[in-house]
């Protein structure tokens, strides 16, 4: 299957620079590969059928230029096959070739038009491209509130750079309520899954509220203390991030199952890592003596 994952969302921190697209071809290993001439004409002759699996990985061929001479085009007509028999992966393609002009004439409203089809199928990379869509007006009507619906459903999903683009929306109160706990919360989601800008959007938190008492006490963009407790688990504590980052890889695997992610907060001199969020004291505690199992230890308990 063809997966083309390029994102057009930019920082929206007025200090960074715009995210760039990433190159077309990036992407495109995983397509139905085919070793020799045999299998593409088989492929070929699959396609030419009706087959909107072999439609679509004769459009990752083309685009990449395996055992055929590359062309775009032709790929973008396989795609089209596809999409139009509903098939979200060949939607979300297509969509990506009328962003950036590939293959086709460049077409903002056209990429939405296709990234809307493959995200109502519930396809997290055309949800978090829909979002970023409606965050930046391109190709449709800007707005925040559509994007930020878009962009949760592919982070709740696990889709990192969602997670990521969900943390800036936070920083910025774009189509959510200004929350730098929150922020924390998906930028760390999308650092414990190797997004490299994460981390120093995590960074940039933890300056900005150097000037507060502690990142344990989330402030909302009116400067009351958010109403929401969450608990967390500490499972250990450092003298810098460089440590604590360590930590959480080597820990991760271990800990995923859990459905929670482990999160550095900062206070005091000291970078801690937490596992959670958990909604309430009981879920909080019963999960507390199944870590103590794993980890030989009961982590502390901790209450945002």
Not at 18 to 23: E, R
Not at 32 to 53: M, Y
Not at 243 to 266: C, D, V, W
């Amino acid at each position: 299957m063809v997966k083309i994952s390029h994102y057009i969302f930019a920082f929206l921190l007025a200090a960074w620079p715009p995210v760039s697209f990433a190159d077309f071809e990036a992407d495109l290993s995983d397509t139905g590969n085919v070793k020799n001439l045999s299998q593409l004409r088989e492929l070929h002759a699959r396609a030419a059928a009706g087959n909107a699996e072999a439609q679509l990985n004769m459009g990752g061929i083309f685009c990449k230029g395996q055992e055929v001479e590359q062309d775009l085009a032709e790929g973008a007509k396989w795609f089209r096959l596809a999409a139009q028999q509903g098939l979200p992966q060949a939607q979300f393609n297509l969509g990506m070739m009328y962003a950036v002009g590939q293959g086709v004439a460049q077409n903002p409203a056209e990429a939405v038009k296709w990234y809307r089809m493959a995200a109502e199928q519930g396809l997290v990379l055309a949800q978090t491209n829909l979002g970023v869509a409606y965050i930046s007006g391109l190709g449709v009507a800007r707005n925040e509130a559509e994007a930020a619906r878009w962009i949760r459903l592919a982070a709740e999903k696990g889709e990192t750079q969602a997670q990521f683009n969900l943390g800036v929306m936070y920083i910025n109160g774009q189509g959510v309520d200004k929350n730098y706990a929150e922020a924390n919360r998906w930028a760390s989601r999308a650092a414990a899954q190797g997004h490299e800008n994460a981390r120093a959007l995590m960074l940039d938190l933890n300056n900005r509220l150097k000037s507060e008492k502690s990142i344990e006490r989330p402030i909302d963009a009116g400067g009351e203390t958010d109403n929401l407790t969450h608990y967390y688990l500490q499972l250990a504590a450092f003298k810098s991030n460089k440590e604590a980052e360590k930590y959480i890889e080597k820990m991760r695997a271990q800990l995923n199952p859990t459905g929670h992610t482990l999160s550095i907060f900062s206070t005091d001199g000291w970078v801690r890592t937490q596992l959670g969020p958990y909604l309430s004291l009981n879920e909080a505690k019963n999960q507390a003596v199944k870590l103590k199992v794993v980890l030989g230890y009961e982590p502390l308990l901790k209450k945002h």
